[in-house]
């Protein structure tokens, strides 16, 4: 129920400029909600109109997908265009993308419902963590009923607890309960059992099938499971973990998941540049016209096949994305560059672009590497000089050398600190370090003294 100007202001938290793209994906995700008001039938009629974005990399494509779809709690996939081969190659089929995107949207879906029924699931769990803490502490010698005896039948059976003993054993576990809960129990060591996770069963996705056996057999195979010793917090998670499980209606579950797959679902598809060529070529590139035929009927709308059921694509969101150094859009099969009708240009980044994001984000580089070495007793403290003369760093070796955007930043901020990173261990006072337009120099000033910038070239 966002506003597009409220989507563009949160985008605006992470990701810096690229004005145009934000507008265009704000767009499209409204248009999802005014479509929900919509009458059935109209609704039925109103497909998404999908974006393609334009730009070299590093410049925040992927990131403003990503954080689109966490806006919204939606289910996402960033897929890479070049791990499909046609069908009929070995490889990864299109199809595994919409499975993916069920996938994602199951874990989405079971984690509202757990969150629905935590507190029953941590008060269910709390009781069972108490019983493997305090057993019952009278062992009897069990008895038969001579009835039974006589008819050679029937199980021996426990006497019950005298009242005495009852209260007794209530009182010790609301002692142990009380403890629990205030982590005086937190170092405490229990054996639990455990289901054994089982990844045999992704064995054939590595002969170039992608099939997972276990999905295959389903309930017809036993789970296993061990006894793990854990400490307390630990197996009172797994205990919760279960409890919330026994309380969710899977099925329930997998009818919300596929909804919200069918209409809320955003596939982000990179590098589609990559299977755009102009003309017929030959070797490992003769399957991309293929694959762009493979994808065309998801992108249209249609039915497939996953482990949960069929899956309709029509109102799914398709975000492409590519730099298109080396083709271009038009070299896209037509029937492909009709359905996406909104095109993007995103903006290379300019030195004034470097400086806010080294700054301005909530997740700013320059604010990550601050918080890392904190916890080592050692305090950075950035002058405004020295973000200048990293932004212009940056800008200059992307344009000296191969333009990887604001990745560069990483690496020059990795070799800025490279002396600090390696020598703090946590064991000195706390130290505050000062770091200015002299310091950026006298640590990175080699590197840029000539034109060889292959130290920042990833």
């Known amino acids: 129920m966002l506003t597009p100007k409220e989507i563009v202001d949160s985008l605006d938290k992470y990701i810096i400029g690229q004005a145009r793209a934000k507008r265009a994906v704000a767009v499209a995700l409204r248009n999802r909600y005014r479509r929900s008001r919509l009458s059935t039938e109209l609704r039925e009629e109103i497909t998404p109109k999908n974006i393609i974005m334009i730009g070299p990399t590093g410049v925040g494509k992927t990131e403003i997908a990503r954080r689109l779809a966490k806006l919204v709690d939606a289910p996402f996939i960033k897929v890479e ?18 499975r993916d995107l069920v ?11 757990e969150a629905e029924v935590r507190m029953v699931a941590q008060a269910a769990a709390e009781q069972r963590l108490v019983d493997l803490l305090v057993p ?14 006589l008819l050679g039948s029937g199980e021996a059976q426990e006497p019950e607890m005298s009242d005495a003993e009852r209260r007794e054993h209530r009182t010790r576990r609301e002692e142990v309960l009380v403890a629990f809960r205030s982590g005086q129990l937190d170092e405490q060591m229990l054996e639990i059992e455990v ?3 089982n990844t045999s069963g992704n064995a054939m996705i590595a002969m170039g099938i992608d099939i997972n056996i276990n999905d295959l057999m389903g309930s017809l195979l036993p789970k296993n499971r061990k006894n793990r010793k854990v400490k307390v917090p630990e197996a009172y998670r797994i205990l919760t973990q279960e409890e919330a499980e026994k309380l969710i209606d899977m099925d329930e579950v997998t009818r919300e998941a596929i909804e919200r797959a069918e209409q809320d679902g955003i596939i982000f598809l990179d590098e589609i540049d990559k299977i755009a060529g102009s003309g017929h070529v030959s070797g490992p590139d003769v399957s991309r016209e293929g694959v762009q035929r493979d994808i065309l009927p998801l992108v249209e709308g249609c039915t497939v096949s996953t482990k949960y059921g069929p899956v309709k694509t029509d109102f799914i969101l398709f975000i492409a994305a590519g730099a298109f150094h080396v083709s271009k859009v038009s070299d896209l099969i037509p029937e492909l560059q009709g359905r996406f009708p909104i095109r993007v240009n995103l903006d290379p980044l300019t030195v004034d672009d470097y400086k806010r994001i080294l700054t301005q984000p909530e997740n ?12 080592d007793n050692i305090v950075l403290d950035f002058e ?11 800008f200059n070796a992307n344009e000296t050398s191969e333009n990887i955007g604001a990745r560069r930043l990483h690496t020059i901020m990795e070799n800025l600190l490279d002396d600090i990173s390696f020598n703090a261990n946590g064991s000195f006072p706390l130290t505050k370090v000062l770091v200015d337009k002299t310091y950026v120099k006298e640590h990175l000033s080699s590197e840029f003294s000539g034109e060889d910038l292959r130290k920042y070239i990833l």
Not at 81 to 98: N, Q
Not at 364 to 375: E, M, N, R, S, V
């Open 81 to 98: 265009a070049t791990k499909f081969t046609e069908v009929g190659y070995v490889g990864r089929d299109v199809d595994s993308m919409i």
């Open 103 to 113: 996938d994602a949207s199951i874990r989405l879906t079971k984690e509202k419902k």
């Open 136 to 149: 019952i502490a009278v062992k009897r010698q069990k008895t038969q009923n001579p009835l039974q005896l």
């Open 195 to 197: 289901e054994q996770s």
């Open 364 to 375: 700013a580089i320059t604010k990550q590497y601050a918080a890392l070495l904190q916890t």
């Open 384 to 394: 405004e000089d020295s973000i200048e003369v990293l932004a212009q760093y940056a």
